[in-house]
């Protein structure tokens, strides 16, 4: 039920070492973290137009503007890399204006965030009346979480409330802590999901993508 790992124990190299990740992919140095990230990404082009005006949140080293075929893309993050379109961006507070875009990408961003529910009444507000939230996450399957155990990764806990806007689902006093439950725990369940989320969103695309390929990308 649940599994939880310090930061030093992690046996993943350079987890959240932006600037590595950065030079590992322009030189690409790791040919494993160019194909994983275009995974990530480029099946996100079948739901957006060229000219959307597009958000990412939580885009780390903002490898998404690679693949992403759009102009209008700006990345954020809850950092100051000097990369980022917009900085010190809050995903369950961002400060932007409403309906300001057509698009928002949140890749391996869910099960980091303290309050989920937060987040997506956040991304309702900021996007459009009838934009899109389109989002990568982990399946925290049997096999994952085994993993997790070997690698003292993240870790998991089912037992949180992803619903509450009182009590954290990760420790909201670290930015990289993580809970890979926490997408199962909103999704799985189409009926839990309908009634907190359902007046704000419905779910249109859902597949199962790479797994495997993450192991070998150093932990970025």
């Keep these: 039920k649940k599994v939880k ?17 950065l030079n590992d992919f322009k030189t690409k140095k790791n040919k494993n973290l160019y194909f994983l990230t275009k995974k990530r990404y ?4 079948n739901y957006i137009k060229k000219d959307d005006v597009g958000l990412e949140v ?7 503007k690679e693949f992403i075929q759009n102009n209008n893309l700006k990345i954020s993050d809850f950092s100051e890399h000097k990369h980022l379109d917009y900085k010190n961006v809050d995903a369950q ?13 949140a890749s391996n961003v869910i099960h980091h965030i303290p309050y989920p529910i937060k987040f997506f009444k956040e991304m309702h507000k900021i996007l459009k ?26 870790g998991y806990d089912w037992t949180k409330d992803v619903w509450s806007e009182s009590v954290p689902a990760t420790d909201d006093e670290n930015l990289w802590s993580g809970n890979i439950a926490i997408p199962n725990l909103i999704f799985d369940d189409i009926n839990i999901f309908n009634e907190n989320l359902g007046s704000y969103f419905k ?7 790479e797994c495997f390929i993450f192991l070998n990308s150093g932990g970025v």
């Design 5 to 21: 790992f310090s930061k030093n124990q992690n046996r993943m190299k350079a987890v959240g070492n932006i600037e590595d990740a």
């Design 42 to 45: 480029e099946w996100m082009n």
């Design 58 to 64: 939580g885009s780390g080293a903002g490898f998404s």
């Design 93 to 105: 507070d961002t400060k932007f204006k409403e309906n300001s875009y057509d698009f928002v990408i």
């Design 129 to 154: 009346k009838d934009g899109k939230l389109i989002i990568h996450e982990p399946y925290a399957s049997v096999l994952l979480q085994v993993i997790e155990v070997i690698m003292r990764h993240e």
């Design 203 to 209: 779910i249109k695309h859902e597949n199962l993508s």
